[in-house]
């Protein structure tokens, strides 16, 4: 099973600012980098997924930085609102068709 | 609507007894899992199905067991062999093969035992 890293474990961010969740993960089967949004109470929602035939993949406010070479990749929320407060966790695939998964960051957006 | 459904939502159980959550979705995916979540620990994998009747142990399958009898469905077994039952159980599918990466969660099932 291979780790994956996530850091930081819990974020304070003030409305309007820049929440930013790094990753790395070792080795991988399948080039497929998820990150998942969890509410309390809640399953887990898929909310940007990259396949790195390119380095950033960018969906609204969110926005998926990937490095290869680093074995790295990054979740950066842009004019972060307080509804975004919620546990985000990346995750990678293994060799298996199954996903590993970080051990997630809390996110806190103040007003 | 489509979706996965777990249910029920909250389960209490004595400590001994065997109990089975239930997962369905009808997202016509073929691929389906079980990951528990207990704070600070992230998802970890339990079980994982790839078709009907075929499945394969997660990294933390020890004292779980689980049935694939049809599409839809993929119900888990916490049995009185597994230590630590109480956690928060995610049911998850996705179109499986080289698609199994991308997962969507049902709502989820708190179980706990005393």
């Known amino acids: 099973q291979q780790q994956v890293k996530q850091s930081p474990q819990s974020l304070i961010v003030q409305k309007g600012g820049i929440s930013i969740i790094n990753c790395a993960y070792e080795n991988t089967a399948f080039d497929y980098f998820p990150w998942y949004q969890q509410f309390p109470g809640k399953g887990p929602a898929l909310l940007i997924a990259i396949r790195p035939d390119v380095s950033e993949k960018k969906e609204g406010r969110f926005t998926i930085s990937f490095n290869k070479s680093a074995k790295q990749f990054s979740l950066h929320i842009m004019d972060s609102q307080p509804g975004d407060s919620a546990t985000y966790f990346c995750a990678a695939p293994d060799s298996g068709y199954a996903l590993n998964f970080g051990k997630g960051t809390s996110l806190l957006v103040t007003p | 609507d489509g979706g996965i459904t777990q249910s029920p939502k909250y389960l209490f159980r004595k400590e001994g007894q065997n109990v089975t959550l239930s997962c369905e979705q009808n997202?016509?995916?073929?691929?389906m899992y079980w990951y528990r979540q207990d704070p600070g620990q992230g998802l970890r994998l339990i079980y994982y199905?790839?078709?009907?009747?075929?499945?394969q142990k997660g990294d933390i399958a020890e004292g779980y067991s689980v049935s694939r009898e049809k599409k839809e469905s993929f119900p888990l077994t916490v049995t009185s062999a597994q230590k630590n039952p109480t956690a928060f159980y995610l049911c998850?599918?996705?179109?499986?093969?080289?698609?199994?990466?991308?997962?969507?969660f049902g709502p989820g099932t708190r179980l706990t035992v005393t």
């Open positions: 199905s790839q078709i009907v009747n075929d499945f």
């Open positions: 998850a599918s996705s179109l499986g093969g080289t698609n199994s990466y991308e997962q969507y």
């Open positions: 997202l016509n995916h073929d691929a």
